[in-house]
């Protein structure tokens, strides 16, 4: 045969031989999953024990630092100020440079969302979910329907009369 013939046909494997094969396979691939696992630490999850980011690292987006509600807590709305974010800034610290970066991980320039009573109320510093976040995340929101949020009377058109919207 020559350097540009095609491959041979694969052998002919009776179908119980070769039902035996995948089912070695399979209980191969189980045991090594077992034995990596084992050897990772894969985290159980459980009533006492949290898995993944820690609560510092990963807080709950609509609670500001103080524990107060943002306004889209209730509804988990995703419009801008309704959860925790880095709304003054077009950068996150992860993309910022290192001079916005201290300031964006100050206590002056920390993510923030409108509180239920609509004051700011300021979000930690430490959530890797606000450090990557920024306006630009909206547009997740934006162009993604099922991600759409409910209208908010924050966001209200100016230029619309109230007698309009009725």
């Given at each position: 045969m020559g350097a540009n013939s095609p491959p041979a046909p694969p052998a002919r494997v009776p179908?119980?031989?070769?039902?035996?094969?995948?089912n070695d396979?399979?209980?191969?691939?189980?045991?090594?999953?077992?034995?990596?696992?084992?050897e990772i630490g894969v985290?159980?999850?459980?009533?006492?024990?949290?898995?993944?980011?820690?609560a510092v690292e990963a807080p709950n987006p609509w609670l500001a630092e103080?524990?107060?509600?943002?306004?889209?807590h209730s509804t988990h709305e995703a419009f801008e100020g309704a959860f925790c974010g880095y709304w003054n800034s077009p950068t996150n610290p992860d993309a910022a440079d290192s001079a916005e970066r201290v300031e964006l991980l100050s206590e002056d320039g920390a993510p923030w969302c409108y509180a239920e009573d609509l004051t700011i109320a300021k979000c930690s510093i430490l959530a890797e979910r606000t450090i990557r976040s920024g306006v630009f995340e909206l547009e997740v929101c934006a162009f993604t329907p099922q991600h759409a949020p409910a209208p908010h009377p924050l966001q209200a058109d100016p230029f619309v009369s109230p007698a309009a919207l009725k």
């Open positions: 179908f119980a031989e070769r039902l035996q094969q995948l396979r399979v209980t191969d691939t189980a045991a090594l999953v077992v034995r990596l696992d084992a985290c159980e999850r459980g009533v006492d024990n949290t898995c993944g980011r820690s103080n524990g107060v509600k943002c306004v889209g």
